[in-house]
């Protein structure tokens, strides 16, 4: 991640993504950047300012501007907030229990907003747990999945590998992937696993 510098007026606060950077959400670097990111508004210059600005600032500066209004900033709707403290409160019923661990199923017509739900979700659960434990990195509190409606086990554990980076051969049973997937999940103090079923078709 890279925060640009200050061309004709002041950028901070705000984290870009270059097209290098892993944006799948469903990879344990796409899933952090997603939740490190900040997306502040920038800062409008004076008129005389900005006309005083040369051509290439002025383009960088148009661009950020671009930049920011195409990320769309999510909406802390009724039903958002409702998802995100419902889910909290869950998390924080699980944090000590041993079996029957509480879940929660978001469910709805398509293009409702079930995805964002949960991924804002997980994001707020992340920030919570990277302020409850500051300065380690060894820990990934949120797994976030995508699979089809009709997947079967297997698929699913492979989405949690793939997830993780865990090596997968074509040799390797759901036996062998489910201990590899729940031994670094143990390890590295995983609290919450979000699964969206989407049509991918």
């Not at 976030?144 to 997968?168: D, I, K, N, S």
Request: glycine share 8%; aromatic share 4%.
């Amino acid at each position: 991640m890279t925060t640009p510098t200050t061309t004709g007026g002041s950028r901070q606060g705000t984290t870009l993504l270059g097209d290098e950077d892993h944006r799948q959400l469903t990879t344990l670097p796409g899933w952090r950047a997603f939740t490190a990111t900040t997306n502040a508004a920038p800062d409008l210059l004076p008129e005389p300012q900005l006309a005083a600005l040369a051509e290439a600032n002025r383009a960088d500066y148009d661009e950020h501007r671009l930049d920011y209004h195409t990320r769309l900033a999510v909406v802390g709707t009724s039903t958002l907030r409702q998802v995100v403290h419902a889910g909290r409160r869950l998390t924080l019923l699980n944090r000590h229990a041993v079996s029957a661990r509480r879940g929660l199923i978001l469910s709805g017509p398509a293009g409702t907003g079930k995805t964002t739900a949960i991924t804002q979700f997980g994001k707020t659960h992340e920030a919570i747990d990277r302020r409850r434990h500051p300065g380690v990195d060894d820990r990934i509190p949120v797994i976030y999945v995508t699979v089809p409606p009709a997947a079967t086990p297997r698929m699913l554990a492979v989405e949690f590998a793939r997830f993780l980076g865990l090596p997968l051969t074509t040799r390797a049973n759901i036996t062998d992937v489910i201990e590899a997937v729940c031994g670094v999940a143990v390890d590295t103090r995983v609290s919450l696993v979000c699964v969206d079923f989407t049509d991918r078709s």
